[in-house]
């Protein structure tokens, strides 16, 4: 007999007929024999609307109050599916943020979560009863006030329960059934992946793989829950995220992932002189915009150098706005942005122990004659600029170069 | 500087920009230097949506999850009216059920509010915080679960919290602008009332004048909350429901009702003996029919009577079939069934001390060739059932013979 938390996001809860066959799925789990939580987010588009209804009411609101509202969602999938449960003959109680509670910080609107409080879970959970929680959501005592976790939040509301509540698994039903070598849309030849560490599902996660919001990965590794990610339309396992010890035999490379929002920024003839970075840079961070790649070359002379880095493709209109308010400042001689420009990444926990993992990478996209603008590494991630119209092509050369096609 | 309570029901925050009126309409109460609460419905159709989804999740239900699920759409108003009103530089938080709390008992989709807590509310309305709470729900507190009033519930939610915060007075914002005198899409020369007993209010309300949910004005009564009815379309006073010493000048006759949810049932030669008026009732009683008036005529012989009687005219059709269920045991002749008859009443606390009043209203019908099938009485009221072809002739006839049309 197992614990488990089941995670169902909004595409999964869409209308009342997928809520009744969430609730089958659940009734599976339990005849099973486990002990079940379930976490549910809103329905499909109502948070949007919700959203919506608070933007036209005022253009800067209270965030206490946008909580309050935006979290309604939640809680009316959770009775639905609550409801549902019964019908099919499983107990079964909805739980609202407040009621656990929940506990969270004041950081209304993107609030963390502090202590989950499951004594009166654990003991209807041993008696049998599904709980079923509105995920996104919590308490912030200090003023009893309802308090969110930012959008996509219930992966993360699943993973702190099932870490408080100690569960074998946290399974996070969603509308792909696991996690993939690269993106099936693009390579043919993808192949979903049994397991994968925290450590390269954290890569995926903010690399583009919509598949796990990140903030919910990094908890599960903090905690060491184990993840589940499958299909809540098909009845088979999906990809684990897991801990590296559980996974025998490492792939040198487990992924290729492709980041299209990206945009690219030169200063030509930069003065090389100390400080000069954080004149470009701290104006941008103090506008909101995050620099990812960076790369300085040095210039035709000794006293200049060109700097080239990324910004999100969004946020490339305002930093060149930023930037030119400050020109005069830097003294740079020109500027050029370039928004037709993606990131190819190349990720594996087996890279540490593996030389000639970039310098292949290098070579594949050299063969099929690719240009490499920038290029940036992590323990287990080689990264690399290229010109969009490429995206395709690198991405299953390289697919293909590190042995990832399926047979 | 007065205490209010301010109502506004589903209609009057349909959307946003309706909840913006009503925040300009609050704002200019909070200038006049009053300490304003709010109670809001959910918008207009939310709350159908919401018990739709229920109603297509389950044919049998929790009423606890039902609770859960429908007490959102009073957040979400409450909510964007505090930011509405925040918007225009008034203080403002919205409070749900459970975080005022309003204590309720454990009678679920129909719970009755025992308690609210007000320290909290009182110390913000004097430092001119506007308090939004969301009507129609509170917290059962043994389980520490949401529960809702029952339908029209927010009307109940306004008086108990004017109630418990003694306020000056409890204003109902509708999409009418009172309580006429009669039907003025009926009657031309109906009139808009300035102040009506809760008495009359009651015997209104529950006569079918849609203004007043019955269960707040006799909260009102108990309380003594003064009530005002009025539009939230419109910016002049509307009607007062006072207590019957707040009005000096008492007119004989308040209105004159129409109720067109009617239908009569007459059961012919029903033998003449003890027990068999429980022997009819009993069923219907048992099948939660609700029989409203009730003649006993004498039939032909002292051993059989003639007994006709009026039930809603949607219940007609299950009325019959109980009955036609129990008839060997009745023993009636005959069973006859009417749907096309009116309840026409006349109500008015002056009956009390004025006679001739019920005398009135038999000789104006008779001289507009009107049959009066069933005559009942009260107090305050007298109520006859008619054809349904007359409903409206009788109404307006009634209105002219007892000096009511204005001038």
């Not at 609550?82 to 004041?106: E, K, Y």
């Not at 793989?209 to 908890?219: F, I």
């Not at 200063?267 to 790649?293: C, K």
């Not at 292949?360 to 287990?380: A, C, P």
Request: charged share 25%; aromatic share 4%.
């Amino acid at each position: 007999m197992a614990r488990i938390v089941m995670k169902f996001g909004g595409t999964s809860v869409a209308d009342v007929d997928r809520i009744k066959h969430v609730a089958r799925k659940v009734k599976t789990a339990v005849e099973a024999g486990d002990q079940v939580a379930v976490v549910v987010s809103a329905m499909a588009g109502v948070t949007n609307q919700l959203v919506d209804h608070v933007r036209k009411t005022a253009q800067l609101y209270d965030l206490r109050e946008y909580d309050a509202i935006v979290a309604s969602g939640e809680n009316v999938t959770a009775g639905l599916l609550a409801i549902a449960l019964q019908d099919l003959g499983v107990p079964a109680r909805s739980w609202q943020g407040w009621q656990v509670p929940v506990i969270t910080d004041g950081a209304h609107g993107a609030a963390r979560i502090e202590r989950i409080e499951t004594t009166e879970l654990r003991r209807r959970l041993a008696q049998g009863e599904v709980a079923v929680v509105a995920g996104f959501q919590g308490l912030e005592p200090v003023r009893n006030r309802i308090s969110t976790l930012g959008r996509g939040g219930s992966d993360t509301s699943a993973v702190a329960l099932a870490a408080a509540l100690e569960a074998d698994r946290c399974d996070i039903y969603t509308d792909v059934d696991g996690v993939y070598t690269s993106d099936p849309r693009v390579v043919k030849g993808a192949r979903k992946l049994d397991k994968i560490t925290y450590e390269e599902m954290l890569e995926m996660a903010s690399l583009g793989a919509k598949v796990l919001q990140t903030r919910s990965v990094e908890m599960a590794m903090k905690h060491r829950v184990r993840v589940q990610v499958l299909s809540s339309f098909e009845d088979k396992p999906g990809t684990l995220v897991v801990d590296e010890d559980e996974i025998v035999e490492k792939e040198v490379v487990s992924g290729v992932t492709l980041s299209r929002d990206e945009a690219k920024i030169t200063l030509r003839r930069v003065p090389d002189r100390p400080g000069v970075a954080a004149a470009i840079f701290g104006p941008l961070a103090d506008a909101s915009i995050n620099v990812d790649m960076i790369v300085q070359n040095t210039g035709a002379d000794s006293e200049h150098t060109d700097l080239t880095f990324t910004v999100q493709r969004g946020d490339l209109g305002r930093a060149v706005k930023v930037l030119s308010d400050n020109a005069e400042h830097l003294g740079h001689a020109a500027m050029l942005s370039d928004a037709n420009v993606v990131k190819i990444s190349v990720i594996g926990v087996g890279m540490r122990s593996h030389a000639g993992v970039a310098q292949k990478m290098f070579k594949t996209l050299s063969e099929k004659g690719i240009n490499i603008q920038v290029i940036t590494t992590s323990e287990i991630k080689v990264s690399v600029l290229i010109a969009e119209e490429y995206a395709e092509l690198a991405l299953r050369s390289l697919h293909t170069a590190y042995g990832l096609d399926s047979v």
